[in-house]
């Protein structure tokens, strides 16, 4: 044992235990992850999303991702606090902005990750919720979506790491705002639709089953939402906008 002692407190040998620890804790923390981000219910969110299907296109998966990222960050605070004790490294400022900005770096990829799965999801959800409008301009809001949520992302990101955001605020200001006047210009026929499905969803001039006439198109009314109204008859299916029966008018037949 006294042959030992000298070596045992050896910097090198010191900082040598402390990696060879924080890998074997790095490896275990990021196996706990995976299984509780597993039992959670993460996999069967992110199904579908583009960030998951780019995950697997490369032989791994979301969960994976940020499992890995937990023991990678592990590995880091590992390997420098190696080199702090072997003293490879006799800087105590350098070492205080790497152990600042670390945990700073960690938080900033993290939330790179969730914004883009929240992003991906938030693009599907709006375009499942928008798929039955049959209007030109619906085509779009899901990417203004997808983008607005990156863009916030990004914000957030950039923030941890130290980086100046003001500008980059007052920029999402005035997108928002942008996004606001060209929103109200370029669908007004969408507001407008919508508007029109809330008073006929209210009054109820025409319901399931009735024979109606909405301009050229005649037949039997299939679905009314807040966007369109569904007419079919014998061989055809008419998606009407909700503006065009104020539009042209409703006809409703009486046997």
Known sequence: MVAWQPLLNEPAVIAAAVLALGLVVGYLVGRLNEELLSASGVPEAVEGTPFE???QSIGTSTVEIVA????WFIYGIAVLTAIHIAQLLDTDA????VTEFVPQLFIAVLVLILGFIVADKSELIVSEYLRGVKLPEVSVIPKVVKYS???VTFIIALGQVGVHVLALLILLTVYAVGIVIVGTVAFKDFLVSSAAGIYLL???PYGIGDEVRIGDQTGIVQEVDLFVTKIEDD???YIVPNRKVFEDGIVRMRD
Do not use: G, K, M
């Not at 890995?68 to 023991?71: A, D, E, I, Q």
């Open 53 to 55: 299907r780019t995950a």
């Open 202 to 204: 209210l009054n109820q």
């Open 94 to 97: 350098f070492w205080l902005r």
């Open 149 to 151: 949520v990156l863009y």
């Open 235 to 237: 061989s055809e299916e």
């Open 68 to 71: 890995r990222l937990s023991s």
